[in-house]
């Protein structure tokens, strides 16, 4: 059955620290791979998809993901955080060879930045 | 264009009651998904449509919860009677759908409605 695993439960860094998220998923399918980002009392925003190509995709609000399929990761980064990314952050999966189009999820990773 | 809408945005009831959510979908999506997200958790699939039809309800306790699209718009999924495990945020979200040059797991996300059973 197909998993998404997020390692991190919760990070905390510093305003204009880098960021690193960690995503990894089962399957042995390509996948397509998704990082959605959820502010309180709010739905959940895409911040990037990776569905073909290059594996480095770029996202709004300056993130970015790598896809590496030897690891099975999708990890989310962005080089300099701000204050206003406090946020939950989901990593998610689809899988086109199965009947199913609903996205799998990660538990998240809620992230807290330090002035 | 208008985002998913959803409503109520929050409903607290009692174990026991029933209650019922509403989905309006992005104009001409033909998919429509129902995730429940219990706190801590990621969103979980409860029901797919595609237009009128369900696609996938397989994780959907059907003792308890029902979901309709009768005209392939908008959408009602009904819990009744509710459990306090049933605490939990309810996102509706949107497709274009399949077919050509359509990704179906390029979804949209309503805001949600926060059930609180007590």
């Known amino acids: 059955a197909q998993s998404v695993t997020q390692p991190d439960i919760h990070i905390t860094v510093s305003e204009g620290a880098s960021l690193e998220l960690r995503c990894n998923y089962s399957y042995g399918a390509t996948p397509y791979l998704f990082w959605y980002v959820q502010s309180p009392g709010q739905g959940l925003q895409l911040l990037l998809k990776y569905f073909s190509g290059d594996t480095l995709v770029q996202g709004i609000k300056g993130f970015e993901a790598e896809f590496k399929r030897s690891q099975s990761s999708f990890n989310l980064r962005k080089p300099s955080v701000h204050w206003s990314d406090a946020a939950e952050y989901f990593c998610a999966v689809g899988y086109m060879d199965t009947g199913r189009r609903a996205l799998t999820f990660g538990s998240g990773t809620r992230l807290q930045v330090q002035p | 264009e208008a985002g998913v809408a959803q409503s109520p945005r929050y409903k607290i009831i009692e174990k026991r009651q029933s209650v019922a959510f509403w989905c309006n979908p992005i104009s001409g999506h033909a998919t429509l998904y129902w995730y429940q997200q219990i706190l801590g958790q990621g969103p979980k699939l409860l029901i797919q449509?595609?237009?009128?039809?369900?696609?996938?309800d397989s994780q959907l306790p059907k003792d308890r919860f029902s979901a309709e699209r009768l005209k392939g718009v908008d959408s009602t999924l009904k819990i009744q009677p509710a459990k306090l495990e049933d605490s939990a945020v309810y996102l509706c979200?949107?497709?274009?759908?399949?077919?050509?040059?359509?990704?179906?797991?390029?979804?949209?996300f309503g805001p949600g409605t926060r059930l609180t059973v007590t």
């Open positions: 979200a949107s497709t274009r759908g399949t077919g050509p040059n359509r990704n179906p797991y390029e979804q949209y």
């Open positions: 449509f595609q237009n009128n039809g369900v696609v996938d």
